[in-house]
């Protein structure tokens, strides 16, 4: 899954050096660190769906002192943050 996403995000032109930030990041938004070197394939529905909204914000700007202080939920809900 981690491959996948760094993949998308090449594709979706984040530079080389900050891909691996971006794909923590989003991982870690979208609750998805503890399934991280799984296949997408073995994955449940909600997990792929979660996949599927790291993808979308992969190329976004995220605020790491976002990612890291709020929970799950609470990032979930108010969504990414200015940068």
Request: aromatic share 6%; hydrophobic share 35%; glycine share 6%.
């Amino acid at each position: 899954m981690t491959e996948y996403l760094n993949y998308r995000a090449a594709l979706k032109g984040v530079p080389h050096r900050r891909i691996e930030e971006r794909v923590d990041d989003v991982k870690e938004l979208c609750g998805l660190k503890e399934v991280e070197k799984r296949l997408i394939a073995v994955l449940s529905k909600g997990y792929r769906q979660r996949v599927g909204l790291a993808d979308a914000l992969v190329a976004e700007q995220i605020c790491s002192s976002w990612t890291s202080r709020r929970s799950v939920s609470i990032r979930i809900r108010f969504g990414k943050c200015a940068s």
